[in-house]
């Protein structure tokens, strides 16, 4: 097989509930800032659990539009407000490029369910001919995708990915792979998810993978520490700009880093539970390395999947000592969930968006809330503070249910990398 091209990062956009602008989400990230709070959404009284991280202030028809903002689930204008960031941060003018060339995969786990429970709130009480027309392109897990695609007229391959929440890792890793056997010159991709909704919420409370720190919400997301007792949803998106590196360098780009690998793999378990050897979660990791052509001495921080579980913390840690071995105690770990919460279906963009502003920045942001290890956690989860580093190499780890692993590496550029 002939060298295939080198895939770089020349743009990003976030909607988190750290904000919404690249730079303010960084520092609140870098500050051990947390985005956790009460939840206003809708009405939390008759559930389990009353906070999350949830994106604030949100105004849907003051961004898009009343008309237009009507046509979107809340997920789909996550996904075209990130994407329109994303765009901007990377200079790119699609108008100068031929749009069979230029393509969109974002990643999500669910899609509309915010759009589902309204529409089917309204057939019971009102009846189907009340259905708006609008349901089925609003609450389709691609809708990000096509929304995206249409708002710049791009014509290439266009797609969604839904592997809970592996799914935009999944989604970055295809793209790549796209640009790198010529099928796209350019990607926009990563992921979107909203389902703090009634059924989001009570559905993860009912099966106990929520955290019930409702007196203490700020400190409730705790990755690989003694007392976790569960994720905390959050909201959002995160959405990155992937060109061939001839195309970037021929428009004179800014180039934050290449994206080097991909690797995934599968559990073949259970629909929730990880495996507990961390077994899929280790190939992963290692088809990434394989796939990049990196010693695995060369990477130096993984931005861990960290969900704060029991069983999913211990099992990334599981499967990391696996792949390293003993390097793994040199390894330098965090976990943004600790801020952020779990944005499931767009963890992976907004999470490789902070791997690649650590290697840009030459910043770590830490693992807040992790006072005591729990057992068996005893690598370096950069406890608390952020941390002043340089890193070349870093991996991004993202797993979801249905036993879906995924793995990304990417490198600071050096156009001189494979001559």
Sequence with gaps: ???????????????????????????????????????????????????????????????????????????????????????????????????????????????????????????????????????????????????????????????????????????????????????????????????ITHMGLGGFASMRALSMRNDDPTRASRPFDRDRDGFVMGEGAGILILEAEEIARGRGARIYAELLGYGTAGDGYHITAPDEQGRGAARAMKRCLADARTPLDAVDYINAHGTSTPLGDLAETVAMKTVFGPYASKLQISSTKSQLGHLLGASGGVELIASTLAIHTGVLPPTINLDEPGEGCDLDYIPNVAREARVDHVMSNSFGFGGHNASLLIGRYEPSRRG
Excluded: Y
């Design 1 to 195: 097989m002939g060298e295939s091209r080198r895939v770089v990062i020349t743009g990003m956009g976030v909607v988190t509930a750290l904000g919404e602008a690249l730079d303010p989400f960084w520092e609140a990230l870098c500050a051990g800032r947390s985005g956790i709070g009460e939840l206003t959404l809708f009405d939390t009284t008759e559930f389990k659990v009353h906070f999350g991280g949830q994106v604030r202030d949100w105004d849907g028809p003051a961004r898009f539009g009343v008309k237009e903002a009507r046509h979107l689930d809340r997920f789909a204008q996550f996904a075209l407000a990130a994407s329109e960031s994303a765009v901007a941060d990377s200079g790119i003018d699609f108008s100068t490029l031929p749009p069979e060339n230029c393509g969109v995969m974002i990643g999500s786990g669910i899609g509309g369910l915010n759009e589902f429970e309204s529409q089917h709130t309204i057939m019971m009480q009102k009846g189907p001919s009340r259905i708006s027309p609008f349901t089925i392109p609003k609450l389709m897990v691609n809708a990000g995708s096509g929304q995206v695609s249409i708002r710049w007229g791009l014509r290439g391959p266009i797609s969604a990915i839904a592997t809970a929440c592996a799914s935009a890792s999944n989604a970055i890793g295809d793209a790549m792979n796209l640009i790198r056997c010529g099928d796209a010159d350019v990607m926009i991709t990563g992921g979107s998810e909203t389902a």
